[in-house]
């Protein structure tokens, strides 16, 4: 499994761009990094994924790092329900016809008006 | 926006007795998953099925734990025999696709409290 590294927490003001980082340097060439949210009281939510190339979504932006061992989520403009813990999870191949996610602690993001 | 729903929301139950949890993934999907949060800690992967069969399980997922898609639409958890440790939040998930080229789409979760 690609082990990834995530700071524990992140403060941000409403209205500003966030970046958030996360580390994977043992990432497989195969796998995809995706990134999901967890809002307080809620389910996982899908965020953004990605191979090699930056990805765009009207959730947020994905920057790929150009070896692949890190990557950055960015939110443009936190808002408040931006408030969560945000998960980098490389996919893995588990060698079945699915595949699982493996969640780590995650970075609890904090977002003050 | 279509949605994956989980019934009940809150289930409280003894020690032994069994419990169903259900849920009711988006329609088109073909990939079902459950996981668990237990209070404080990760988000763990259960089990994940595909084409009315298991296509992989964790080592949490023991002989107390089952899966069934009984018609089209449902997909339920069973736990056979609960203990106090099984107290947690049971989220379901669907894709479309496998993760690695799609989205899984969680629901809201059910808390079970074993007491």
């Known amino acids: 499994d690609a082990k990834t590294t995530q700071p524990n927490s992140m403060e941000s003001n409403e209205e500003e761009p966030v970046h958030l980082p996360c580390n994977h340097s043992t990432i497989s060439g195969t796998d995809y990094i995706h990134w999901y949210r967890q809002l307080p009281s809620q389910g996982p939510e899908y965020v953004i994924h990605?191979?090699?190339s930056n990805v765009n979504n009207r959730m947020a932006s994905l920057a790929i790092a150009e070896d692949r061992k890190s990557s950055t989520l960015i939110l443009h403009r936190a808002t408040l329900r931006d408030a969560a813990v945000y998960y980098c999870i490389p996919s893995q191949n588990s060698g079945g016809s699915n595949y699982k996610l493996t969640f780590g602690k995650g970075t609890l993001l904090t977002v003050n008006p | 926006e279509p949605e994956v729903t989980q019934t009940p929301s809150h289930q409280v139950t003894q020690m032994g007795q069994e419990v169903i949890l259900r849920c009711v993934p988006i329609s088109n999907h073909l990939y079902f998953y459950w996981y668990r949060q237990i209070l404080g800690q990760k988000v763990e992967f259960l089990v994940s099925f595909y084409n009315n069969e298991i296509s992989e399980k964790s080592e949490i997922f023991d002989d107390q734990f089952s899966v069934e898609r009984p018609d089209g639409s449902n997909f339920t958890l069973k736990i056979r025999s609960t203990k106090l440790e099984d107290s947690a939040m049971y989220f379901c998930a669907s894709s479309e696709e496998r993760y690695v080229i799609g989205e899984a789409f969680f629901g809201q979760g059910t808390r079970l409290t074993v007491v």
């Open positions: 990605g191979l090699t």
